[in-house]
């Protein structure tokens, strides 16, 4: 293996290169100047820059690297050209030139490496410092959306507000127009709101002008109660004066051969001075009845009712046929401010009110009515509540049982169906009077709603009060009450001979209590016996009746 021989180099090549390595001289700057320089080049040295010099220094150093590789490994091979191999060895002085660019490369793209990361670091804090910016933006941008929501929400809720007034039932505004002050019709033609204004200022006058006379009236009012109490406690001064006068009448009364009158017919003489001129005639019949038949002492009539409200149902009465107006309009003063159409304004009811007004008003019956007690068998009383209705002039009939063996018919006696078909036809769900029937109509009235109120009107008892034209004379609406009273014990003591055998067939003793002719009416053997017997109610038998007819 021959020696590879380096290719001597001439001496002005050496110092052309020992000149090169001399350092240029530097004008001296302190640390201060120089990191302020670096900060500057970093700042100006642009991205694409960058890159186009680490490729150079990359370069650069790729290729130094290699001939330095080259250097180091040709001395273990042998090859045919060698006299070229030869030709290519660099010197150490080159060598030494070499590794000093190389490091040099080196130190230059540590450098750029430091500046691209100077100048990273300088963009990610501008883009902190931009983000910070923005977020503070956004955070005042959230912060003005919540003020425009909350102002929108202050705004809805100001056009939605209910104010009071609207709740004020204003006059017309040609009533405003024609009465209210200048200065209001003035202010009320600016606009739609001002005009509000003005019929509210209108209304607070008028109410307060109605507040002053209602003041003045409830002042009348209370010297006509201190009044009228001034004259009940003299009425009721009078009454120790009577009673004593009374007690002094008395041996005058016994010297006369005059019974004396108990307190509860003097109760019952001034009950019959209020009682309407229907139920005084039932009242004549039942007792001529009585005295007729002196042996039935089963029958017996009273007057039961309020003679206060009596007394005003009369006053009431007399006031709506004589036209008399009410005392506190009397004056012409009261007249003449009556007459101002602020005044005659009332508030309009609903038609609900109205309708039940009237339909109570249909119903009302005279504060006095009748007791009729007719005694039957087993010791059971039939009263019937006799009331007369104003509106409908007809006699209302209330039946209701009384008697010790009541409890033992448990509810077979039927309080609500005892006077049902007492005459053919007759079940009181119909008003004897055709007019009268117009009336319920109208209200689309049914008996169940006033059954428990004013009772069933029969047609027997229009017959007793003579409302019925086919009963003319006493004689007949004598023998209609003796007609009454017969039908009303027979269907009593029938109902008790059904409750008897009712009893009978539920506790399985029928044809033990039956009679022997009765019982040779039925088969000396009985193939089939009753074992059980239980009440049910008219809808179970009428549901199980269904259900039978349908089988069959």
């Known amino acids: 293996m021959s020696a590879i021989k380096r290719t001597p180099r001439s001496s002005s090549t050496a110092v052309q290169m020992r000149e090169k390595k001399k350092p240029n001289e530097l004008k001296g700057i302190t640390v201060a100047e120089f990191y302020a320089a670096e900060d500057a080049e970093a700042t100006s040295l642009e991205w694409k820059?960058?890159?186009e010099m680490f490729r150079e220094h990359s370069e650069v150093i790729r290729?130094?690297?290699?001939?330095?590789?080259?250097?180091?490994s040709v001395s273990f091979y042998v090859s045919v050209s060698g006299q070229q191999l030869c030709d290519q060895i660099l010197s150490s002085e080159e060598t030494a030139n070499l590794g000093e660019s190389l490091m040099s490369h080196l130190i230059s793209l540590r450098r750029l490496n430091r500046l691209t990361q100077f100048k990273n670091r300088m963009a990610r804090d501008r883009t902190a410092d931009e983000r910070g910016v923005v977020d503070e933006r956004f955070l005042q941008l959230q912060n003005v959306q919540s003020e425009i929501?909350?102002?929108?929400?202050?705004?809805?809720r100001c056009v939605e507000f209910g104010s009071a007034d609207e709740d004020i039932e204003l006059v017309p505004l040609e009533e405003f127009y024609a009465n209210a002050s200048t200065e209001l019709k003035e202010a009320a033609k600016q606009n739609p709101h001002q005009e509000r204004i003005a019929r509210l200022e209108w209304e607070l006058v008028e109410r307060k002008s109605l507040v002053a006379t209602l003041q003045e009236r409830e002042g009348r009012?209370?010297?006509?109660?201190?009044?009228?109490?001034?004259?009940?406690h003299r009425l009721k001064s009078l009454k120790p004066m009577i009673e004593s006068l009374i007690e002094g009448a008395r041996p005058v009364q016994e010297l006369m051969g005059l019974n004396s009158l108990s307190s509860g017919s003097v109760e019952q003489r001034q009950l019959l001075g209020y009682l309407p001129k229907e139920l005084f005639v039932i009242i004549i019949q039942v007792e001529a009845y009585a005295d007729i038949a002196r042996g039935d002492k089963g029958v017996s009539i009273r007057c039961e009712g309020d003679i206060e409200n009596a007394t005003k149902f009369v006053e009431n009465e007399q006031r709506s046929e004589s036209g008399v107006e009410d005392e506190s309009e009397s004056t012409d003063a009261d007249v003449e401010r009556d007459r101002s159409p602020s005044r005659l304004r009332r508030r309009r009811n609903t038609l609900s009110?109205?309708?039940t007004r009237k339909r109570d008003a249909v119903l009302a019956t005279h504060p006095i009515h009748l007791i009729l007690d007719i005694t039957c068998s087993d010791g059971i009383t039939v009263s019937l509540q006799l009331q007369y209705i104003q509106e409908l002039r007809s006699i209302g009939v209330l039946a209701k049982l009384r008697g010790s063996s009541l409890p033992f018919h448990e509810n077979l006696l039927c309080d609500e169906s005892v006077l049902m078909e007492l005459y053919p036809g007759d079940r009181g769900e119909k008003c004897p009077n055709a007019v009268s029937q117009v009336k319920l109509d109208q209200f689309h009235m049914?008996?169940?709603?006033?059954?428990?109120?004013?009772?069933?009107?029969?047609?027997?008892a229009q017959r007793m009060a003579g409302l019925n034209e086919g009963a003319t004379n006493g004689a007949q609406l004598c023998d209609v009450?003796?007609?009454v009273v017969e039908k009303v014990r027979a269907r009593v003591r029938s109902r008790c001979a059904l409750i008897k055998c009712v009893l009978s067939l539920r506790s399985l003793k029928l044809f033990e209590e039956m009679q022997t002719k009765e019982r040779n009416r039925y088969p000396m053997k009985i193939l089939s016996a009753l074992t059980d017997f239980k009440m049910i109610t008219a809808e179970d038998f009428l549901v199980s009746r269904s259900c039978f007819l349908s089988l069959v």
């Open 49 to 51: 820059q960058a890159e």
């Open 63 to 72: 290729q130094l690297c290699n001939r330095f590789c080259l250097e180091n």
């Open 149 to 156: 929501e909350h102002l929108q929400k202050e705004i809805s």
């Open 221 to 232: 009012k209370n010297v006509l109660i201190s009044d009228i109490s001034t004259k009940e």
């Open 353 to 355: 009110e109205q309708m």
């Open 446 to 460: 049914t008996v169940s709603e006033y059954e428990s109120k004013v009772g069933r009107m029969y047609a027997f």
């Open 481 to 483: 009450v003796q007609s």
